[in-house]
T-cell receptor
Framework: GIQVEQSPPDLILQEGANSTLRCNFS?????LQWFHQNPWGQLINLFY???GTKQNGRLSATTVATERYSLLYISSSQTTDSGVYFC????????????FGTGTRLTIIP | NAGVTQTPKFQVLKTGQSMTLQCAQD?????MYWYRQDPGMGLRLIYY???????DKGEVPNGYNVSRLNKREFSLRLESAAPSQTSVYFC???????????FGPGTRLTVL
């Protein structure tokens, strides 16, 4: 099945800094999502982005499907951005399954 | 709209006990899913239902059964709980096969 790798595994930043999180996947995809899991465990949908670029406030994401990677950009970080960011991909050749990466743990220091 | 709801939020079981986790969605979605999340890991698919009346195995189905009761509800049953099933369980739904998936708040299950 499809493999999903995220980097870096951990990231510690000062409030106000910018960051880029990367997601590599091993197969062509028909679904690519980014989630934020907050400290209470809730999974929050950030982007549904199997291709192209989207922006939502301080967050934006780009998926280059032909090169099999996606990037999540966070600008002007706030302490509420802390948590784990997951990328999940669904293969064109798979079933309904979303395969999750192991996440990037982001800690924003005041 | 409540989105995806799950009950219970927390549960403690003894080895060998059974229980059913309930999930409901009010978005008129066709597809529903059950995932588990173990510490320090991403989610893994247990079972899914592409439409009312159909269910299929995911990556880690052993020890679980599911029922797609109607379009809104998808339940997960543990017939004889084992400590290896201690995990956080998430239900999700999507409008179609490759559509965006939306997740419930999760059920934290501990099996002693």
């Amino acid at each position: 099945g499809i493999q999903v790798e995220q980097s870096p595994p951990d990231l510690i930043l000062q409030e106000g800094a910018n960051s880029t999180l990367r997601c590599n996947f091993s197969d062509s995809v028909n679904n690519l999502q980014w989630f934020h899991q907050n400290p209470w465990g809730q999974l929050i949908n950030l982007f549904y982005i199997p291709s192209g670029t989207k922006q939502n406030g301080r967050l934006s994401a780009t998926t280059v499907a032909t090169e099999r990677y996606s990037l999540l950009y966070i600008s002007s970080s706030q302490t509420t951005d802390s948590g784990v960011y997951f990328c999940a991909a669904g293969s064109n050749f798979g079933n309904e399954k979303l395969t999750f990466g192991t996440g990037t743990r982001l800690t924003i220091i005041p | 709209n409540a989105g995806v709801t799950q009950t219970p939020k927390f549960q403690v079981l003894k080895t060998g006990q059974s229980m059913t986790l309930q999930c409901a969605q009010d978005m008129n979605h066709n597809s529903m899913y059950w995932y588990r999340q173990d510490p320090g890991m991403g989610l893994r698919l247990i079972y899914y239902s592409a439409s009312e009346g159909t269910t299929d195995k995911g990556e880690v189905p052993n020890g679980y059964n599911v029922s797609r009761l109607n379009k809104r509800e998808f339940s997960l049953r543990l017939e004889s709980a084992a400590p290896s099933q201690t995990s956080v369980y998430f239900c999700a739904s999507s409008g179609d096969r490759a559509g965006e998936q939306f997740f419930g708040p999760g059920t934290r299950l501990t099996v002693l």
